[in-house]
């Protein structure tokens, strides 16, 4: 596994990088649902992985057709779902199957390159279902912790084109423009710090890439629009190609697989964290940045 030929030198000398592997991640099959977990979650807890800064969540779902998460509530965290291939249906609670009118950000059918995004606040609730009839859904379910309680509930969705990530990593989250201390106004128009992203509140950022092979991407750690200068990256590799995918961190030896997820500490804004894809295949790449 790591006998693959490394020509790139190590630049975050001052980083601590420590592999997550797949083969430590909780797993549940339910039948409807297969499912693993990066943190701690549901009956699995590992006292390893119960969060890393903001980051709580990190669950890679396969959801059977005809099936999924029925209504269910969510409070005081960012929950988002980022979709892989297939189909998922979000549904606010508020609103009868049927009878929803056009897609919105309280009814959308979300596809490859969509991101559906929740902030829980002070109680909300909704449904996850696949209401395709024969494929499969896969997708990143992900929840962060929100910079304070008691937020007013609401949705976003967004798509994010493939060709965009082919060229470099792509933000898909930033925080909302004020930050903790923003406005009734600005909570209103929920404008994101990097202009095309969801806001989120906390001092986090979300990005995706898809690396050819041979390819490298750099992820800026921080994308120049967080407050804390001080950083962790988690690097998430879902499995996607059937095990040919494979990255390497940093000009680092060890090689990651797909499933696997890599601790990323001690980096700061600023510092730059270069993704080598070194699989046969394509690799598509989560970069979730926190303080």
């Known amino acids: 596994m790591n006998t693959i030929k490394n020509t790139m030198s190590k630049t975050l000398s001052h980083a601590k990088i420590t592999a997550h592997r797949s083969a430590t991640r909780g797993h549940s099959d339910h039948g409807w649902l297969n499912t693993y977990h990066s943190f701690s979650f549901a009956d699995w807890y590992d006292p390893r992985f119960s969060h890393f800064g903001s980051l709580r969540v990190l669950n890679e779902d396969r959801v059977r057709p005809n099936s999924g998460f029925p209504t269910h509530p969510h409070r005081d965290f960012e929950i988002f779902s980022y979709i892989i291939s297939g189909e998922l249906t979000h549904r606010d609670s508020m609103l009868q199957k049927g009878a929803e009118g056009g897609?919105?950000?309280?009814?959308?059918?979300?596809?490859?390159g969509n991101v559906q995004f929740t902030t829980g606040g002070t109680g909300i609730a909704h449904s996850e279902q696949n209401e395709h009839t024969?494929?499969?859904?896969?997708?990143l379910q992900i929840w962060a912790?929100?910079?304070?309680?008691?937020?007013t509930p609401r949705y976003h969705t967004r798509h994010f084109e493939d060709e965009e990530k082919r060229k470099g990593f792509v933000p898909i989250l930033s925080p909302l423009k004020g930050g903790l201390?923003?406005?009734?106004?600005?909570?209103?128009?929920?404008?994101p710090t990097i202009e095309g992203t969801i806001p989120i509140h906390a001092d986090f950022v979300m990005g995706a890439g898809l690396?050819?092979?041979?390819?490298?991407?750099?992820w800026v750690v921080g994308a120049n629009a967080t407050e804390n200068n001080k950083r962790k990256v988690f690097i998430h590799l879902p499995m996607t190609k059937n095990?040919?995918?494979?990255?390497?961190?940093?000009?680092?030896?060890?090689?990651?697989?797909?499933?696997?997820?890599?601790?990323?500490?001690?980096?700061?804004?600023?510092?730059?964290?270069?993704?080598?894809?070194?699989?046969?295949?394509?690799?598509?790449?989560?970069?979730l940045d926190t303080a």
């Open 145 to 151: 912790i929100p910079w304070r309680r008691g937020l």
């Open 181 to 191: 201390e923003a406005t009734v106004e600005q909570e209103k128009v929920a404008e």
């Open 134 to 139: 024969k494929d499969t859904v896969h997708f």
């Open 211 to 218: 690396i050819a092979p041979e390819g490298k991407f750099d």
């Open 243 to 287: 095990g040919k995918a494979k990255i390497r961190l940093d000009g680092r030896d060890e090689i990651l697989n797909e499933g696997d997820g890599a601790f990323i500490d001690g980096v700061n804004a600023g510092d730059r964290l270069t993704v080598e894809s070194v699989g046969e295949v394509e690799a598509e790449v989560v970069v």
């Open 103 to 112: 897609q919105s950000d309280k009814f959308f059918r979300m596809r490859r």
